[in-house]
């Protein structure tokens, strides 16, 4: 028996309920390029994974979220993928007629940004620690933690930049907080041109050509935050409310058609805007805080790219229109530039898409973990972190060894594995990290 809210409810389909017993047979095949795997009653799951290792319990997410009845064709798996909060990091969900807030997440649109100056290695300084310093100066990055004072992380006074910037999405913000006003204490205008915590960073970097590139990592920052954690519980409520059996209950949705899908939407593409207008932010204040440290006159708007990584939008895609939900995952049509980032001691790369139709025109967004932060800080030495950073003015102590090279997979088989979705324009090595 399959239960569902009463026909009488406008905007559910008839898929809206769900079978009690969720059984998973995994069968795997080979493919040109992936790996697919079919789980009995699912939707299949192809995955760019060859050479790079999987833990079981990200394949098992996968298969959960493949039981979900209006999965439109298969789920594209990239090969950094790993176990998330939700819905798997490294997948890309096509849905039509719904779509899950957590397969988003909270750290909506959360991306990458890089811009190419017309710096060479040669005219940086010899020691890069005012470098760094400087740019920590110039954006707020971090946590402080405990109720007193303010956190270090946000703008004390937000400069005119900051302020100008707010001014172009308070508007849109303000009608969605008129029907949530729960969300409006969240932090925006001193979040926005700040960096954040954890696999947030700020780097300086050489190309091949020996080229200084500027390369930056964050997202919406508190206000996303705030949005998605409380989507998430008001999708939660309403399969509660409407007796919807799910195979986990992160992977609460909304049906297209209702208000709540609407209005999920409406805020989702909010704090996309503002999550790429951080970026800009940030950006400016970190070009400014070069010129500081460096005398000769240099451009930064060479092959600029700005990208989101967790994000929802809509596509066409085998024909079809549908919501693409990228979780750790970047755009990768034909031509489309973008961001592959490794960890802090490895090469990240600028990449051009190659329109690859079974990974719904996806790639990677980065290198992808093999160890959890706990379990990095628990089996990865200080000394190691050092040695595996040498060469890269950072951050070298304990506090970033959750963020140590590693606790990712090995860049270089990411890339390999996903040589059919897009090809290497530019590879990247840092010389300057800063993380929050």
């Known amino acids: 028996m399959v ?40 939707a299949p799951i192809k995955m760019w994974t060859r050479g790079v290792p999987v833990d079981d319990k990200a394949r098992d997410q996968l298969g959960r979220a493949a039981k979900m009845p209006f999965i ?52 940086l300084p010899d020691h890069l620690e005012g470098i760094r310093s400087a740019i920590e100066k110039a954006v707020p990055h971090g946590r402080s933690s405990g109720r007193g004072g303010r956190d270090k992380g946000a703008w004390g006074d937000p400069p005119s930049e900051t302020v100008e910037a707010w001014a172009t999405l308070v508007h849109r913000f303000d009608r969605i907080v008129a029907k949530y006003s729960k969300l409006e204490r969240a932090n925006h205008l001193v979040h926005l041109g700040t960096l954040g915590t954890g696999n947030h960073f700020i780097e300086l970097c050489l190309d091949e050509e020996q080229r200084v590139w500027v390369m930056l990592h964050s997202g919406s920052r508190g206000v996303g935050n705030v949005i998605g954690r409380y989507f998430i519980e008001l999708a939660k409520e309403d399969m509660r409310k409407w007796h919807i059996n799910l195979p986990d209950e992160d992977l609460a949705y909304f049906p297209e058609g209702t208000d709540h899908f609407d209005d999920y939407v409406e805020a989702v593409e909010w704090a996309q805007d503002f999550a790429k207008l951080n970026r800009h932010v940030m950006m400016t204040h970190t070009i400014a805080a070069l010129r500081g440290q460096i005398a000769k006159p240099f451009t930064a708007e060479c092959e600029a790219v700005n ?68 379990q ?19 951050r070298k102590d304990e506090g970033v060894i959750d963020e140590t090279p590693r606790a990712y997979k090995p860049i270089e088989k990411v890339m390999a594995a996903q040589a059919d979705l897009v090809e290497v324009v530019h590879t990247l090595k840092q010389v300057v990290c800063v993380k929050g």
């Open 72 to 123: 439109f064709k298969h789920i594209a798996a990239m090969p950094d993928v790993h176990v998330g909060i939700g819905a798997t990091v490294g997948s890309v969900i096509p849905t039509k007629g719904a779509v899950i807030p957590a397969a988003v997440g909270v750290d909506i649109g959360c991306g990458m940004m890089a811009a190419r100056t017309s710096l060479m290695a040669s005219d």
């Open 376 to 394: 990095a800080k628990k089996e990865v030495s200080l000394a190691e972190h050092i040695a595996d950073t040498a060469g890269v003015e950072c």
């Open 3 to 42: 239960e569902r809210p009463a026909t009488t409810t406008p905007g559910w389909p008839e898929w809206a309920g769900h079978p009690k017993g969720w059984k998973t047979r995994i069968m795997t095949m080979t493919q040109t390029g992936y790996e697919l795997q079919q789980v009995d009653g699912g």
């Open 307 to 374: 990208c989101h990584h967790n994000y929802v939008t809509r596509e066409n895609h085998f024909g079809e229109n549908v919501l693409v939900t990228r979780k750790g995952a970047v755009r990768a049509a034909k031509g489309t530039m973008g961001i592959i980032p490794g960890s802090m001691g490895a090469k990240s790369f600028i990449v051009r898409g190659l329109g690859n139709a079974d990974s719904f025109d996806s790639c990677s967004h980065g290198a992808g973990r093999v160890m959890s932060r706990t």
